[in-house]
């Protein structure tokens, strides 16, 4: 099994460009999360998906949208990209209030 | 104030110390807590559950205090392999889901 994959690992964007990260998870999970980590903060939730077909909005939701294509496949969106969003962004999924299970991260710089 | 709060340390110890962070949550209603451990620029693994009987696995304790809403993660015989940041996670009950808070972790440093 491959747990939590996501895509890309690394991007740098300009400011006002968008880009969908992408996270999948073969564990048959419902839930799955989106955070963010910038240095001295810890993970801060941006939105997340009790299960498929629901998605809510965490403690920072605001310049970033998802969408639950299926069970599977959570993605992020960032439609037009601000130098305070770069950070460090880390996708989960958990069965409901039990552990979750990271993938990789993905790096995304905007200049 | 952040709902989960962790003293960001470092805690600096030598190997073969016994160290003990805390964790403190704000929300009563919290319903499962868990400690990760986070090497640089990695992300977050599953350490251990925390149960309110309290549980071990090998050097790791991990203890909840529900009337005082701490849980505490006790590491004995510190390893140069225990150099990582704890976070500690909270899972809140809202509706039918569960909520993750996160603290912001504690960085801890064992050296020869």
């Known amino acids: 099994n491959a747990g939590v994959t996501q895509t890309p690992k690394f991007q740098v964007l300009k400011t006002g460009q968008s880009m969908t990260l992408q996270c999948a998870q073969d564990m048959n999970h419902n839930s799955m999360y989106w955070y963010r980590q910038d240095p001295g903060m810890g993970l801060r939730l941006i939105y997340y998906?009790?299960?498929?077909?629901?998605?809510d909005k965490g403690e920072v939701p605001n310049g970033y949208n998802v969408s639950r294509l299926n069970k599977r496949e959570f993605s992020l969106r960032l439609e037009s990209a601000a130098p305070s969003q770069t950070s460090v962004y880390f996708c989960a999924s958990s069965d409901s209030g039990r552990e979750q299970y990271f993938g990789p991260g993905t790096r995304l710089t905007v200049t | 104030r952040k709902e989960v709060e962790q003293d960001p340390g470092p805690f600096n110890v030598p190997e073969g110390a016994t160290v003990a962070f805390n964790c403190t949550y704000s929300n009563s209603a919290s319903q499962s807590f868990f400690w990760y451990r986070q090497d640089c620029r990695k992300e977050p693994k599953l350490l251990m559950s925390?149960?309110?009987s309290g549980n071990e696995d090998g050097r790791f304790t991990a203890q909840l205090n529900r009337a005082s809403q701490y849980i505490s993660l006790l590491i004995r015989d510190s390893k140069l392999s225990d150099s990582a940041t704890y976070l500690c996670v909270v899972n809140m009950r809202s509706g039918g889901s569960y909520i993750p808070t996160f603290g912001r972790g504690t960085s801890l440093i064992v050296h020869p």
């Open positions: 925390v149960y309110s």
């Open positions: 998906s009790a299960s498929e077909g629901t998605t």
